[in-house]
């Protein structure tokens, strides 16, 4: 069953964020992720208008796309935004039993 990463993003500083996102693609990929959404256009519907950019990243499991964010290489590059270059929030969520 998929999982989906989600995530919400703030980039205070583009070059250092980009450090981060130069590396993701290739990482993501080696757990068999698909990316269906990616700093596109985007409205927010209700609720606060804190994050500027959204993400949303299918995985073929949950426990492909827990892996994925706790491998030592995601570590290494998350490095890059956590040092104040961005505030992301993520959230992964199993398909669930409905989207079978």
């Known amino acids: 069953m998929p999982a989906y990463w989600l995530s919400r993003c703030i980039i205070n500083d ?19 992720a698909k990316v269906l959404a990616r700093g596109g256009k985007y ?4 609720g606060p208008e804190d994050f500027k950019r959204f993400v949303v990243l299918e995985f ?5 796309a827990v892996n994925c ?20 929030e ?5 398909g669930g039993e409905f989207t079978k």
């Open 69 to 88: 964010f706790q491998s030592e290489e995601y570590k290494a590059a998350a490095s890059n935004r956590r040092n104040g270059a961005g505030i992301v």
């Open 90 to 94: 993520n959230v992964i969520v199993d």
């Open 43 to 46: 409205q927010i519907m209700e």
């Open 14 to 32: 583009p070059v250092s964020y980009k450090k981060y996102t130069d590396q993701v693609p290739a990482i993501i990929a080696k757990y068999g």
């Open 60 to 64: 073929p499991t949950f426990e492909a």
